[in-house]
């Protein structure tokens, strides 16, 4: 308890040393002012002017520091795209990784016997973005739902942020010695963008940039840099031309093509290693209800049944609701808390025929 009190002093002094100095620095000149303006020859009306005048500067120090302060100690929501300095604080907060890299618990390497193992790939979407508590995130509600029907299983989740369809490949190849039964595969609309030619890195990198006076304010001030990115119309912008960078992907043959055979061979491989398959699609919930992509989805819906998989697609449960009953935050545009639970209801659909030939843990 002491131990822990200390660290979170000694880290509140770290962080906010600057707006102490400015405060006890105010304090002080706040005093001696005050003793110099009463000392003075003038007036009793201009004393009292003076003195206003002064204590309002010391005031607006002090709420200014103190609303610095909730920012970088108080305020808890997630950025979707990154840029905030508050997204750097939600993340210290809430994501950890293990000893792979990946937001769980560390993998036991050996699979113990009558243990039914589901790995998870996918990107930020399965890592959980937005989510604080991982017991919020699909997989985890999963496993659990699978325990309590009786099923010995472990669920990894194998979720990075930003990687597409590319990268969750060749991630999986690094990670499959740990000899998975059932891939899970989150596929999201922006999945197509090709490794080191993604049009939407380019679009986050370029609307990142700001001018090295906004950069070193936003660096000592949470507060101006927050108020910098949501009252600049830059950052909706960015939303805008990421949902066009992902979707004119797909009305690119070539680009299509190569996608649409690089699922192809991964899903023949997985059925070559005998990997029973589940992929769920996920939709831009920030663009519902009036959604602009049906068309994408039912695409890639047909890509996966012409290649043996029958793919979970969620927007055939969310048409009709609203953006903002879906979404992490106002800011962050991930799945909230609701669309994970729904996905993982769906998934248990579709996995509970998968098990049905499996033992049961007569233990649960």
Not at 2 to 24: E, M, P, R, V
């Amino acid at each position: 308890m002491l131990f822990n009190f200390w660290a979170h002093f000694s880290y509140f002094i770290k962080d906010f040393y600057g707006y102490l100095i400015a405060l006890t620095v105010a304090s002080l000149l706040l005093l001696f002012l005050t003793y110099k303006i009463f000392e003075s020859e003038r007036s009793l009306k201009r004393k009292k002017v003076y003195i206003s005048l002064v204590f309002s500067a010391f005031m607006l120090i002090v709420c200014f520091s103190a609303v610095e302060g909730y920012f970088r100690f108080v305020y808890d929501q997630s950025d979707g795209l990154g840029f905030l300095q508050v997204n750097k604080k939600w993340h210290e907060r809430h994501v950890v990784f293990n000893s792979n890299f990946y937001r769980d618990r560390d993998f036991g390497q050996t699979k113990k016997e009558g243990v039914i193992r589901i790995g998870a790939i996918g990107d930020s979407l399965t890592l959980g973005g937005g989510i604080k508590d991982v017991n919020n995130r699909y997989t985890n509600i999963l496993e659990k739902k699978l325990k309590e029907a009786g099923y010995n299983v472990e669920v990894f989740n194998l979720g990075k942020s930003g990687e597409d369809t590319q990268e969750e490949i060749a991630d999986y190849q690094k990670i499959k010695y740990l000899n998975f039964d059932i891939i899970v595969w989150e596929y999201f609309l922006n999945d197509i963008q090709p490794l080191n030619a993604s049009t939407g890195t380019t679009v986050i990198n370029n609307e990142a940039v700001v001018s090295p006076v906004i950069k070193f304010i936003s660096q000592k001030s949470y507060l101006l840099d927050y108020l910098y990115w949501r009252l600049s119309a830059r950052y909706q912008k960015t939303f805008a031309e990421l949902k066009n960078a992902d979707l004119n992907r797909y009305k690119e043959p070539d680009t299509l093509a190569n996608h649409e055979k690089q699922i192809a061979d991964f899903l023949k491989q997985l059925k070559e290693d005998n990997k029973k398959v589940v992929i769920i699609i996920f939709p831009f919930v920030h663009l519902l209800p009036d959604y602009p992509a049906s068309d994408v989805h039912e695409e890639m819906s047909r890509v996966f049944r012409e290649n043996g998989v029958e793919a979970i697609d969620l927007l055939d449960y969310l048409k009709g609701k609203q953006a903002k009953d879906l979404v992490a935050s106002r800011f962050d545009f991930h799945p909230n808390e609701y669309v994970h639970s729904l996905a993982a209801d769906r998934l248990l659909e579709k996995m509970l025929p998968l098990l049905q030939a499996q033992p049961k843990n007569s233990g649960q």
